[in-house]
């Protein structure tokens, strides 16, 4: 019904369809969509949360805290994750931002599962196969309740570490009532021996792209969206870009003056043994550019012969949404609900070409599947194989992406600029 789409009122275009996750609440749905994993269900999870979601006032707290606790597991584990609902209103879900969790687990209200409300539960079972740094955050309702506060960081670790970082740092970026904050705080400091090298997890939870500069030491890009690159090596000032909705973990080694991390130049990350600062940040010029960033490998997809291509156009028009007229978003022309969905058989290899003539900046978030950056305005991905789930397109700026169809179901592939979601910038990717 009405209440139960993402999209701030209209009804969804597939509310219906996935085998055994709809029409159901509580408990008993958490009982069901374990039943639809294909996982097996006997398989005892090897780590087990309870997030309990609250209401309070404008802010929605996630234990007690938001952001929420930041889930650890290790790579490989069957992670049980109980959403209880205390008391937001309308209902709401988790969505394993970046996660290529089985359908019925990727929490989308009105697609993948209804709205848990009040008083109820729902039961998230999914392995967490690939290490790297995500996020989890409400789906209902997502432009309003992800601002409020539900979300937090997912992280999983490898099996065998593959860095020399010896202390991990989590940095959720989160604006609250207008003003940046980093775990909640307006600063973040971590005791840093000179010498050590630090992995600092940015986490951009925001509408819109996060700009971070690094004062005292170069860094690396160890990875983006959860994907470690190939070969990184040392930067000096060059600000990088993390796109709404995205991840970058740096690589930072500590000297003996400390290491300062502007983000947004608003807040600041200090990296030492004392959280003073020891350097004044130089103004931030150039951005680093992810595409010749990093060594050349195997990329992973064999692109030479796609089974599908997909245009994606991003544009804007006056139209009605829900009955309200306007100038929404369009993909294709269409406008939300009317924008065809992207069909695909499981195996396909599908070719993605994305341009945005829309006027304005889109960070666009793929469910279920990460993607490979191909090129950027008919340049070649020449560094690293830069795979995403959240990519920032510019105004008038054109992507070619490639991704491999193997996690059947109906997925949301819309802009995290949220509020644009929210006004219909929405597509679906569906097998079958
Ligand atoms: Cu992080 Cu559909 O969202
Ligand atoms: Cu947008």
Redesign the pocket.
Known sequence: SMGYVDTGGGPGPVGHGVPGSHGEHGSGKGDRAVADLIEDPARPADVRFTLTVTQQGDRILVNGTSPGPVLRVTQGQLIEATLVNSSVRGGTTL?W?GVDVPNAMDG?AGVTQDAVPPGERFVYRFVADRAGTYWY?A?QL?HVQVRQGLLGALVVEPTHPSGPATQDLVAVLHQYDGKPTLNGAPALHADVAPGEEVRVRLVNTDNTQASVWVTGAPYRVLAVDGTDLNGPTEVSGRWIGVTA?GRIDLGVVVPPDGVRIDVDGTTVITLGSSPAPAVVPAQPRQELDLLDYGTPAEPGIDVSDPERRFEYEIGRRLGFLDGRPGRWWTINGHLFPDIPMFHVEEGDVAVVHIVNRSGETHPM?L?GHRALVLSRDGEPTTGSPWWIDSLEVGTGEEFEIAFVADNPGIW?D?C?NLPHAAEGLIAHLMYG
């Open positions: 969505h931002h989308v955050h789906h997502s909705g978030h469910h949301m819309h995290h």
